[in-house]
């Protein structure tokens, strides 16, 4: 029923708009000047800043971006079916790696969505001068645009605000401060959020005594205090951001010093085993932009310290198995950008990234299974990036536009030895654990690796008439294995199952013999807009994907005899194609004020061609239809978001089948000159639904042995109703 309600939506979004040249102005998040990209303006960001804590909540705008939900401020983005690493996601110019074995700390997780300035998102096709070591398109998250006051004045300005959810008991604030001359200015940006657990919409969890009593009876007999029968256990978080920049402007030059500090006490996590209980990381990034008599030339250097740890916060019910994380990411770029005549410019560049990581784990003494020794985890692992490229931007005619680029990287990556809790044991909790046989193995390897990686772009634009354009792309994009993928060792079930980017439980092992992911990509976006190109516009994005060693996993063993296993990172061969959609109309102005309808639609379907199974954690068919209206200080949206059934899953790892669902979302926001309200209710009828790609829930309970509940994906969160306020002064 819902994919004939969608493709009925599909037909009405394509019917012909001819009539509405006449219509008055409507504003268009979509491409911009650059060919093959979409933008979220500053406006949209800030109607979002109170209804969530999460940046990657922001990117579904786009059509062709979902979150696979993991921590409530650490979502992962996807881009038509690639996610995480498979991505270039760069925040102020930093090509950031998450530092964590359950990649808990994602490079947009260090960023409140009130502490952003724009978004640029690069659908499938990653130009080569934003950067490589991706196959899935780009996202560049900029939080300083630094403005100045007119000559000899000086200007102070800011902002506050601060908002509360009801689900969770969600609340958090956040202040701007800025002074400015002509030529300095300097920014200070602060955030914080906190929240509880989340609730369903309705009791999921099968076993145990009622909610009211707020205990549950584990299947083996014992009890806990743990959470309500509706409770989404390992939703809680608290965090605090900071964000000192300056920046100096020259006659013909921008400079400008950031200083970026987060400090998270805790996030836990409902498709983890354990909980983010650290999270510290110090950033510093340099950048230079000179104007010469010959071109532009940008220079940057960046730093990235993180000192991160997990281990098992009071409601899951595991002897504590300390994990600590510790990296160092330095960078360098540097580029020009020189205009070979009135219709074409060339911009080369260079770019080198070193980054270390440790990753162990302390020993418990109190365990029979994690002593006497530091379990090392990835030991002294290096992955170092030194990269070329040239891009070449020509106007060919008024109707064609061409931006062709090639990028050049080598990727060296190593680890030092390692070792396990025990190196004589070979049975002990959860299984035989071969920590000496497997160790031993691994540091008598080769661990030493070079990829020469080699990115090639084609993309075009052609304007054929007022009311048509077209974007289409051609592509070869590389990505190399990161640390955990190459170098992680144990397959003993309790330490493989610490090892996990997706959330569905298992556990994974690395591969020294992985080969870099390449993958060829065709892509097009048609777009029939009005002739002034404001009054309505149809965006319709076709694209496919073939990936050589695609980065998919080979079963090894179960966990415990149960429903999760071990498995080992392979290289297969894979396809990934679909269509994403959108549309935007003026319906009306007139007395009640102005009407807007908004839809997208996005279809993935991703296969892994060795094996004929689905590729794991693909969105299934969805859209979302938004019908807002304007009238005097009144900014407000009625959206419906519509799923369909996840049937489509991977048996391999198997993954989990979810219902279809529909939900509606209201907004409304009030200005009176320098002080904006806002307020909503997310999922007004309270709909109980499955997160498609949410993993499977193992936030509760006895988590490594998965005793608390049964196998089951990640409830949604039900109804929510949230008020906020910013005031600029």
């Known amino acids: 029923m819902k994919k004939k309600l969608l493709v009925s939506i599909i037909a009405s979004i394509l019917s012909p708009a001819v009539y509405a040249d006449s219509l008055p102005q409507i504003e268009v998040i979509g491409s911009a000047e650059q060919i093959n990209q979409q933008q979220i303006s500053k406006e949209a960001i800030e109607t979002n800043t109170s209804s969530t804590s999460d940046v990657v909540n922001i990117l579904k705008q786009s059509p062709s971006v979902s979150v696979n939900q993991a921590g409530a401020i650490s979502g992962f983005p996807v881009i038509r079916g690639l996610a995480d690493d498979r991505l270039n996601?760069?925040?102020?110019?930093?090509?950031?790696?998450?530092?964590?074995?359950?990649?808990?700390?994602?490079?947009?997780?260090?960023?409140?969505?009130?502490?952003?300035?724009?978004?640029?998102?690069?659908?499938?096709?990653?130009?080569?001068?934003?950067?490589?070591?991706?196959?899935?398109?780009?996202?560049?998250?900029?939080?300083?645009?630094?403005?100045?006051?007119?000559?000899?004045?000086?200007?102070?300005?800011?902002?506050?605000?601060?908002?509360?959810?009801?689900?969770?008991?969600?609340?958090?604030?956040?202040?701007?401060?800025?002074?400015?001359?002509?030529?300095?200015?300097?920014?200070?940006?602060?955030?914080?959020?906190?929240?509880?657990?989340?609730?369903?919409?309705?009791?999921?969890?099968?076993?145990g005594t009622p909610a009211s009593t707020n205990t549950t009876i584990f299947t083996d007999g014992t009890e806990g205090s743990v959470s309500d029968l509706d409770e989404v256990a390992g939703t809680a978080y608290e965090t605090k951001n900071h964000n000192l920049s300056m920046a100096y402007k020259g006659d013909d030059s921008l400079f400008k010093a950031t200083v970026i500090k987060q400090d998270t006490p805790y996030q836990q996590y409902p498709n983890q085993r354990m909980d983010m209980t650290k999270n510290e990381s110090t950033k510093i990034n340099l950048s230079l932009e000179k104007a010469m008599s010959w071109g532009d030339i940008t220079l940057q250097a960046y730093n990235e310290n993180v000192d991160h740890e997990m281990a098992f916060m009071d409601y899951k019910r595991s002897a504590q198995?300390?994990?600590?994380?510790?990296?160092?990411?330095?960078?360098?770029?540097?580029?020009?950008?020189?205009?070979?005549?009135?219709?074409?410019?060339?911009?080369?560049?260079?770019?080198?990234?070193?980054?270390?990581l440790d990753d162990y784990w302390s020993p418990n003494m109190d365990s029979m299974g994690m002593k006497p020794n530091t379990f090392l985890n990835i030991n002294n692992g290096t992955r170092d990036r030194y990269a070329l490229f040239a891009e070449l931007k020509q106007d060919i005619s008024p109707e064609w536009k061409t931006r062709l680029g090639a990028r050049y990287?080598?990727?060296?990556?190593?680890?030092?030895?390692?070792?396990?809790?025990?190196?004589?044991r070979v049975l002990g909790m959860w299984g035989q654990t071969n920590e000496g046989t497997e160790s031993a193995?691994?540091?008598?390897?080769?661990?030493?690796?070079?990829?020469?990686?080699?990115?090639?772009?084609?993309?075009?634009?052609?304007?054929?008439?007022?009311?048509?354009?077209?974007?289409?792309?051609?592509?070869?994009?590389?990505?190399s294995p990161n640390l955990y993928e190459r170098y992680t060792w144990s397959t003993w079930g309790m330490a493989a199952i610490m090892n996990n980017f997706y959330g569905d439980g298992h556990g994974y092992v690395g591969n020294l013999n992985l080969k870099p992911e390449t993958a060829y990509t065709l892509s097009?976006?048609?777009?029939?807009?009005?002739?002034?190109?404001?009054?309505?516009?149809?965006?319709?994005?076709?694209?496919?994907?073939?990936?050589?060693?695609?980065?998919?996993?080979?079963?090894?063993?179960n966990y415990m005899g149960g429903d999760f296993g071990v498995y080992k990172y392979v290289n297969e061969s894979a396809r990934i194609y679909g269509i994403d959609m959108a549309s935007k109309r003026k319906l009306a102005e007139n007395k009640l004020g102005s009407w807007n309808l908004k839809t997208k639609i996005n279809y993935t379907r991703g296969v892994n061609l060795d094996t004929d199974d689905n590729l794991y954690n693909m969105m299934p068919l969805n859209a979302t239809i938004?019908?807002?209206?304007?009238?005097?200080?009144?900014?407000?949206?009625?959206?419906?978001?519509?799923?369909?059934?996840?049937?489509?899953?991977?048996?391999?790892?198997?993954?989990?089948?979810?219902?279809?669902?529909?939900?509606?979302?209201?907004?409304?926001?009030?200005?009176i000159k320098d002080l904006r309200l806002d307020f909503g209710v997310d999922n007004l009828f309270n709909v109980a639904y499955d997160l498609p790609t949410g993993g499977a829930y193992t936030g509760e309970g006895g988590t490594m042995n998965i005793n608390g509940v049964p196998l089951m994906s990640v409830p949604g969160a039900g109804r929510s109703i949230y008020a906020g306020f910013n005031l600029k002064f």
């Open 89 to 207: 996601v760069q925040v102020d110019g930093m090509q950031l790696l998450s530092s964590c074995p359950n990649h808990m700390n994602t490079p947009l997780s260090y960023v409140s969505p009130s502490q952003v300035e724009s978004i640029e998102i690069y659908p499938g096709i990653t130009p080569v001068s934003m950067g490589g070591d991706s196959i899935g398109g780009g996202i560049a998250v900029k939080t300083n645009d630094p403005i100045f006051a007119p000559k000899g004045k000086q200007i102070t300005e800011g902002e506050i605000g601060g908002y509360y959810r009801s689900n969770g008991e969600a609340f958090g604030g956040d202040v701007r401060v800025t002074t400015a001359s002509d030529k300095l200015n300097l920014t200070y940006k602060g955030s914080y959020a906190k929240s509880g657990n989340y609730d369903a919409a309705e009791d999921f969890k099968t076993v």
């Open 321 to 356: 198995m300390p994990m600590d994380t510790e990296s160092t990411t330095q960078g360098l770029k540097a580029s020009a950008l020189i205009p070979l005549n009135e219709s074409s410019e060339v911009n080369i560049g260079a770019e080198l990234q070193t980054y270390t």
């Open 409 to 424: 990287e080598r990727v060296n990556s190593n680890a030092g030895d390692v070792q396990g809790y025990n190196g004589d």
């Open 441 to 479: 193995a691994f540091n008598a390897s080769d661990r030493s690796i070079t990829d020469d990686n080699l990115n090639l772009t084609a993309l075009a634009n052609y304007k054929s008439s007022d009311t048509f354009d077209m974007d289409f792309g051609l592509a070869r994009q590389v990505r």
């Open 524 to 557: 097009a976006n048609m777009n029939w807009h009005s002739a002034d190109n404001k009054t309505w516009d149809i965006q319709v994005m076709p694209y496919i994907s073939h990936v050589d060693n695609y980065i998919d996993a080979e079963f090894i063993k």
């Open 626 to 671: 938004g019908l807002e209206h304007k009238i005097n200080r009144w900014n407000n949206m009625v959206e419906v978001v519509m799923v369909t059934d996840k049937t489509e899953v991977s048996e391999n790892r198997k993954e989990l089948k979810t219902a279809g669902y529909s939900l509606v979302n209201f907004k409304t926001s009030y200005t």
